[in-house]
Every structure is written in C-alpha cells, then in structure tokens.
C-alpha cells in the first residue's frame, strides 16, 4: 500500500510551540504556480497534528487580511483545492483485506459495499477488548446490509487490543484520516458518513461519535455504553466527559437487551438519563432514539444488523446547525462545526448558539475560561453584510460587521466538505 511511513503515536497532552516568525502581510492573493505550490504544501499538512494545524495557520497568516473570495474567483479557487485534494492518498478501490500501514505492517481493515459511485460511508466498528480485535467481526455482520444500501463501508481493526482501543492516541486519528481518504477515493458525499458497532465497537460508536459528530450523519452503538464515572457506593453518577455534550446534533440509536451478561444495561441506562437532563437543559437530541429488549443477550436484535441500519438509515448530517454544545476531549480536535478553537481546554463546556433574525451570537462557558476561542461565519449561518453581536456570558464582546478573510475561507476549504466552508473569524477576547 501507499502509506510506508511507521506509525506515530500521539499522546493526549497540550503541545506548546514557539511563535511563528511574523510574514509580511500579501497584497493579493497567491495565483498559479504559487498557489498550487500553497495548496500542495497546506494538504501536505497532518490534520489530526496539533503541530501541523499550527504550521497551516502560520502559512496562511500572510492572506488574513486579504477578503475572502467570490464569483469567479471563488470558484476557480475550489476548484484547485479541489484538485489538490484530490490527488492526496487514497485506499484500495477493490473490496478486500489491506493494511494501511506497511513498513511496520499496522493498521488492519476491510473495503466492502458498494465502491462506485456509493451513497454514504459506514465505518464498522468490531468488538473485543484487552488482548482481542479482529475487524473481520464487524465485517462480517454489516457488510451485506451496507452494500444493500449503496454505502461503501470501512471495517477497521483498532491497532491496538486494550478495553478502550477505539479511542487510543493513535487509533483514533486513523479512523478520522480513514473517513477524508474514503471521501476522497469513493466520493463519498460529506454529510452522508455513518458510524456504528457492536460491543466494544458500541462504546466507540458512542465515543468517537461524540468526539466528532460534526463528522458523521449518524451513531448506531449496538451492545455497548460509553464509560461511567462511578460513585463510592458503586452506583453510576454518570458519563465520562466529552460525550453528552458533543451528542446535541447528532442523531443516534442506541441499541440494549437488559440481559446482556457482557455489557450490562445500567451503563447505556445512564447515559440515555444524562441525555434526557440535557435535553432539558440545552434542547436539541430530537433524533436521539434509545432501543431496550430483554430477551436478545449480547447479541444483535431481530432481524440482526439490517434492523439496526434501518434505524439511522436516510438521515443526513446537519454540517453548521444553529445551536452547538461542545465538551473538547482532544487537543487535535480544533474545530467543532463552527467554533474554532486552536489551543482547546479539555473538558471545558461550551454552548453558542445563533440568532439569525436578531444577527447575534450568545455563547455561555463553563466559567473558566475560552482563551483562543473563536467563531466561523458564513453567509448560511448569520447576515454577512449586516452588524453581528456576540456576546460571551451575557457579556457583549464583538459588535460589528464582520471582516471576510482570504485565509479562513482557504483553511476551512481544505477538507472539501463543502458545509463547512466559511468566510470570517472571529476570535473572543481574552477577559
């Protein structure tokens, strides 16, 4: 296969660089030779690197103040990051067995479905634990049932076998670099990405699901629960942080048979309660869908996978909503629909929503602080050629008519997803 380099894994720690060395503001926008040289060195760029998001911004900073385009312009500039993008690595286009990684040989997973021309992605996640992964358990249950629906689908085998290898540094950013390669290799539309599993494939349905639901469609975790926090008595008080939060927007179906010797029905139990308090508390969670049996064990429920496809079958990601909830777990997770924060506190709590006829912006915080953080705009989310307010706990912090910039749209173009493709920052201040 084409991906030779070894395997890096990267831990969960925030990563300090120095600053860039100030560049001379441009005076117009790079074209020909120079931008193809831009683009090609920008989609170089590690997206899942804390180290080289910074490098991308740093890149970009001379184009800042530059406005962002449109009419032609615009559209000559997507179609070369178009390009670009699509000349960057891609995955088999047979159905099959392959390693993504070969010198060492890592990364283990199956092409299946329908590879021409399909209708969405299905990243299929096996069950296992400490000492077992085998991608071929998940394979096996929804590949059929995937190819019946036109998706293409990814079985990936976690790189390592612990109890939570789903969300180990290294195999997670491998499942986000999986999904852009799969766009890119079977054109996959963008809002049309699905994930679900069974077991331990459901605890990373869940969990990867909510690290990054502005990715996916829909959640199907089947037969597995996020991880509780328990309380001293051993009764659970709730759910790890990152996941309720993040879930607002994402529809999910959650699959549990009370008689499950292996994942007991108390964890998912939990976690549907921690949903409904927030639903109270932030709204949202309308397509969230809690399915209980009592007679199924650890098994699928009647009529197996198909009927548990069924029930996320046909929904299809909502790329910018209006309102957004988010919990960051990751420091290479920068970006959340449309806020934007480089440098991430973990486990802080963010709530901003949009009022498009007031053209305002209330963002709430956890009370500790969101230096760095910014918002991304667009024409589809507030009035562009209007005054916009934001304010930041109650507290009016931006007042004015935003400022498009070259350099955001560019970055946020990147990934070729066309939802989210923005046109002006604007960073919080620091209080």
């Known amino acids: 296969m ?64 530059l406005p962002s385009p449109t009419g032609t312009k615009r559209k000559k500039l997507l179609a070369a990051i178009e390009k670009a993008w699509r000349s960057g690595d891609k995955l088999p286009k047979k159905a099959g067995e392959y390693w993504y990684w070969d010198e060492p040989q890592k990364g283990r997973y199956f092409v299946a479905g329908k590879v021409k021309k399909p209708k969405g992605l299905f990243i299929g996640l096996h069950g296992g634990g400490v000492g077992s992964a085998d991608a071929s358990s998940a394979h096996g249950a929804f590949k059929n049932e995937a190819a019946e629906r036109d998706w293409v689908a990814l079985f990936p ?42 077991s ?19 959640a199907l975790p089947a037969a597995g629960a996020p991880s509780p926090i328990y309380n001293r008595d051993g009764s659970i008080y709730g759910i790890e942080t990152g996941i309720i939060p993040n879930l607002r927007n994402l529809p999910m ?29 932030w709204d949202g969670y309308e397509d969230f869908e809690y399915w209980e049996v009592s007679d199924r064990g650890h098994g699928f429920p009647e009529g197996g996978a198909d009927a548990l496809l069924d029930r996320i079958d046909g929904y299809t990601r909502a790329p ?31 709530v901003a929503e949009i009022d498009r006829e007031a053209n305002s912006i209330a963002i709430t915080s956890d009370g500790f602080g969101v230096e760095g953080l910014a918002v991304l705009l667009n024409d589809a ?45 604007i960073a919080l201040p620091t209080r």
């Open 320 to 350: 910018s909503p209006g309102k957004v909830t988010w919990q960051p777990t990751l420091p290479w997770k920068s970006r959340f629909y449309w806020l934007d924060w480089p440098e991430p506190r973990v486990d802080a709590l963010v």
């Open 253 to 281: 179906c959650v699959f549990q048979s009370t008689d499950d010797p292996r994942v007991p029905p108390e964890s998912n139990q939990a976690a549907v309660r921690d949903v409904g308090r927030a639903r109270t508390r």
């Open 2 to 65: 084409h991906h030779v380099a070894p395997l890096l894994l990267l831990t969960l720690t925030t990563v300090a660089f120095a600053p860039a060395q100030e560049q001379e503001p441009a005076s117009k926008p790079p074209s020909g030779r120079e931008e193809r040289a831009l683009l090609t060195d920008l989609l170089g760029m590690d997206p899942v690197s804390v180290e080289d998001q910074a490098k991308v911004r740093a890149r970009l900073s001379p184009y800042d103040k």
């Open 200 to 218: 331990m494939g459901g605890f990373g349905a869940w969990t990867l699901g909510a690290h990054h639901a502005d990715l996916f469609a829909a």
């Open 157 to 198: 085998q976690a790189i390592e076998a612990t109890e939570r290898g789903w969300v180990d540094s290294g195999t997670e950013e491998w499942i986000v670099r999986l999904i852009e390669e799969a766009r890119r290799t079977y054109n996959v539309p963008a809002d049309k990405v699905f994930i679900g599993g069974h």
């Open 381 to 425: 989310l507030v009035d562009m050629e209007a005054e916009i307010t934001i304010t930041l706990d109650g507290e009016e912090v931006f007042k004015a008519v935003p400022t498009t910039s070259w350099a955001v749209f560019v970055e946020s173009a990147l990934r070729c997803d066309p939802g989210r493709r923005y046109d002006a920052r």
